[in-house]
């Protein structure tokens, strides 16, 4: 299986700060197809998860353009700037490469 | 506005079965793969079970395989989860959701205990 390990656990961060999120995985999450199905979560407090990033780096549609995703193969990095209370939640990273599918453990970012 | 509306959740004993349902809108749901995805209380997420577009593949971790099975109505554009062999760590709310996350339901609390 693939593990996907997520640092850090968590985060203090004020509003209006910059942070970033790594997500490394234990192989490759290129796809055959040459994809990489390396996509970003957050799941605010008592809410469904909501995907803000698809395929590394593609935003979804309504998220702000302070999320952007980057990396490839098994190293992937989420930054958010400029921090906004509604950002606050957990962030997960989730590879649908490989079956099974599976979610880095979830960092949560909490207000300072 | 796509809906997602997971139901069928609840208290069950172990060793017991329990059958979820997702009703689908608002997207053409016979052309996306579906999935499962569980929540135990105050834990991340785990992906619990994949149907293809027309149902012929379905995919499971080892946690639920032979025990769980998904599947799917295009007609009615509904999904569903039947577990059986409930276990005390099959406890979690329960998420449906299209292809890979893009959409989810509010989810569903199944409770497995004597």
């Known amino acids: 299986d693939v593990v996907m390990t997520q640092t850090p656990p968590s985060l203090s961060v004020a509003i209006g700060q910059s942070v970033s999120i790594s997500c490394k995985s234990s192989q490759s999450l290129v796809y055959s197809d040459g994809k990489t199905y390396l996509h970003w979560l957050l799941q605010s407090s008592g809410r469904s998860p909501k995907r803000l990033i698809y395929?590394?780096?593609n935003l979804d549609s309504g998220v702000p353009d302070r999320f952007s995703g980057t990396g490839s193969q098994k190293d992937f990095t989420l930054k958010i700037s400029r921090v906004e209370a509604k950002d606050l939640g957990v962030y997960y990273c989730a590879q649908t490469t490989h079956f099974p599918w599976t979610f880095g453990g979830g960092t949560k970012l909490e207000l300072k | 506005e796509v809906q997602l509306v997971e139901s069928g959740g609840g208290l069950v004993q172990p060793g017991r079965s329990l059958k979820l349902s997702c009703a689908a809108s608002?997207?053409?749901?016979?052309?996306?793969?579906m999935a499962w995805v569980r929540q135990a209380p105050k834990k991340g997420l785990e992906w619990v079970a994949t149907i293809s577009t027309s149902g012929s593949r379905t995919y499971y971790p080892d946690s639920v395989k032979g025990r769980f099975t998904i599947s799917r109505d295009n007609a009615k554009s509904s999904l569903y989860l039947q577990m059986n062999s409930l276990k005390s760590e099959d406890t979690a709310t329960y998420y449906c959701?299209?292809?890979?996350?893009?959409?989810w339901g509010q989810g569903v609390m199944v409770t497995v205990s004597s």
């Open positions: 395929q590394v780096s």
């Open positions: 608002g997207f053409t749901f016979s052309n996306y793969y």
């Open positions: 959701a299209t292809g890979t996350y893009y959409h």
